[in-house]
């Protein structure tokens, strides 16, 4: 090989190798920089009254109807039909969480969503008008959401009025498909009081349920006593997941 030929090609080898990246990032670097996206969430937690679904004592013993709960709240929305996911899909009883890894946290950024623009409403009015159901609150809010190792948690009392006996809050992350944990509380009078018993006793029901998600579908999650159904969607309407 020529000599000269051989000496301006390891220049030049030498000289790709040590130019810096552009704007002197590499490739992880500038992902890491990248925002993280936002979704508008909705959820409405409601709970059936008297004589509906759920409304006897041994919750373990009975079918809690999920299928007529299905189709009446499945009429209540116009536009897109609930999805109710199989047990594949359904992360339920939550595990303990693992120990959050050190440093700093990311910074949970929401905004409350105005109520004319909301996905929501027309099925809120009509649980508000049914026999069955008894909204409890609706909680709507734009988040940033982040890996599984950043995920929030946020208390649904910052959004919205929450009655007392009610504890909620809702845990957002994206790891290729959107992943929403609720976590429900609800205290009630027990049906049952002690008469050597002066004070008023009260039973606590809890729902706490992970689920996988794809932007744009309406979730139902489903207890005996109370309930919820959740959408999530991209601010923009742009559907992302639509691929199983």
């Known amino acids: 090989m020529n000599t000269k030929f051989a000496t301006a090609l390891l220049s030049l080898v030498i000289l790709f190798a040590t130019v810096p990246r552009a704007a002197g990032q590499d490739p992880a670097a500038a992902e890491a920089d990248e925002p993280a996206p936002e979704f508008e969430v909705e959820v409405i937690v409601f709970e059936y009254v008297s004589g509906a679904v759920g409304a006897r004592e041994d919750w373990q013993y009975i079918d809690t109807g999920r299928d007529r709960v299905q189709a009446q709240i499945g009429a209540m929305q116009s536009q897109s039909a609930l999805s109710f996911t199989d047990s594949d899909d359904n992360e339920s009883s939550m595990e303990d969480e693992e120990t959050e890894p050190e440093g700093e946290p990311k910074p949970l950024i ?3 969503i105005a109520s004319e623009q909301r996905n929501l409403t027309e099925t809120f ?52 498909f959107l992943h929403l944990t609720l976590d429900l509380e609800l205290a009630k009078p027990a049906g049952m009081k002690d008469p050597n018993d002066s004070g008023s006793r009260t039973v606590t029901y809890r729902l706490a349920e992970k689920r996988k998600m794809r932007s744009g ?8 006593r109370f309930g919820a159904v959740a959408l999530i969607s991209k601010p923009s309407g742009e559907m992302i997941n639509s691929s199983p």
């Open 110 to 112: 929401w905004r409350p």
């Open 125 to 176: 009015a009509r649980m508000r008008n049914s026999r069955d159901y008894r909204p409890l609150l609706y909680a709507a809010w734009t988040q940033t959401v982040y890996g599984e190792t950043d995920k929030t948690t946020l208390a649904l009392d910052r959004v919205t009025n929450v009655p007392g006996g009610l504890n909620a809050s809702a845990s957002l992350y994206v790891e290729r």
């Open 217 to 224: 579908e309406t979730h139902f999650f489903d207890h005996p």
